[in-house]
């Protein structure tokens, strides 16, 4: 089956400063690449994804970018808010059962 | 819209019970997941339903079973329940079985 590894496990950065988290998998066939952003009392929400025939997308301050031969993908979080302040996940699959990575808490220092 | 929505929000058990959490998508959404997330870790794929038929089931006992219903809705059923069932149970609904899911908020279910 899939397996995700994700880092960092935490990060803390400067408000306005960026952010990236980093995922690695290890089934080729995996085509699908979602990020969730997950909150207390808010749940899991959607934030950005990516399927295995772009590179790169971009929506606002979030990006995420895929490297298929290397079989790696990232978020990147740009001019960072106290609202950005969360745990991440990447996820990856082949047919949407979505294996997931341990998550990345994320603290934005004003 | 309503999003998806989970109930309870809490639950605690003792060893040995049984447990019944539900499920209700998005409207129109016709596909429903059920994930584990223990603390600390990422959620577990356990079953995936799409038009009340399963169409997976991931690494987990046989206690563990599920079944969707004729308005889509879905159903999470865990027998004999054991500490290290307590976790987060996520369901996450979808327009088809490959298309995005979107995370309900979860059941916090504790086994005592």
């Known amino acids: 089956g899939e397996n995700v590894e994700q880092h960092p496990s935490t990060l803390s950065v400067q408000e306005g400063d960026s952010a990236v988290i980093k995922c690695t998998y290890s089934?080729?066939?995996?085509?699908?690449f979602p990020w969730y952003k997950q909150e207390l009392g808010k749940g899991s929400q959607l934030i950005i994804d990516i399927r295995s025939n772009v590179g790169e997308k971009k929506d606002q301050r979030i990006a995420v970018t895929l490297n298929k031969t290397a079989k790696h993908f990232s978020l990147h979080i740009t001019e960072t808010q106290p609202e950005d302040s969360a745990v991440y996940f990447c996820?990856?699959?082949?047919?949407?059962?979505?294996?997931f990575g341990a998550g990345t808490t994320v603290t934005v220092r004003a | 819209d309503a999003g998806v929505t989970q109930s309870p929000t809490h639950l605690i058990k003792t060893r040995g019970q049984q447990v019944t959490l539900r499920c209700s998508p998005i409207s129109g959404h016709k596909s429903v997941s059920w994930y584990q997330q223990v603390l600390g870790q990422g959620p577990q794929f356990i079953f995936q339903?799409?038009?009340?038929?399963?169409?997976g089931r991931g690494n987990f006992p046989d206690r563990f079973s599920a079944r969707q219903f004729p308005n889509y809705s879905s159903e999470l059923n865990v027998n004999a329940l054991l500490l290290g069932d307590s976790a987060l149970y996520l369901c996450?609904?979808?327009?088809?079985?490959?298309?995005?899911?979107?995370f309900g908020q979860g059941t916090r279910l504790t086994v005592v």
């Open positions: 996820a990856a699959t082949s047919d949407y059962k979505l294996s």
């Open positions: 996450a609904s979808s327009f088809t079985e490959n298309t995005e899911a979107f």
């Open positions: 339903y799409y038009e009340k038929e399963e169409r």
């Open positions: 089934d080729s066939a995996s085509n699908y």
